[in-house]
């Protein structure tokens, strides 16, 4: 889990593969279980915020897991994260109090969950 603010990451997207992270979400605790197969597992969900040359920036959402077959390193998750509606919550929670999503996107967003609380 060595990806910070400022440091270099190379997700494909757009034909970019170059990017620099400029903010991070994630949880206050990683989520811990065990599991019959993989034995003792860490999963650590984040959202990410992305700036490249040619796309502007973006928004990355990733995992890091460990589990007893990787001795306990955290690995990089190869696709999306899997997340429950309060995972979700917690790390838009820490994104919007971290400047991760512009004030044009929370308004948008406040406007969709207004309409369907209607």
Sequence with gaps: ???????NVHPWYKGVHEWRVKGVAELKQTISYTDPVQGNVH??????????????????????MSTNKTKGKMRYGGGP??????????LMKDGIQKGLFSKSFLKKLESEIQLSLE
């Design 81 to 90: 994260p899997m997340l429950e509606e309060n995972v979700f919550l917690e």
């Design 43 to 64: 999963y650590s969900p984040k959202i990410m915020k992305l700036e490249g040359e040619k796309v502007g920036r973006v928004l990355w959402f990733n995992y890091w």
């Design 1 to 7: 889990m060595t990806t910070t603010i400022r440091s």
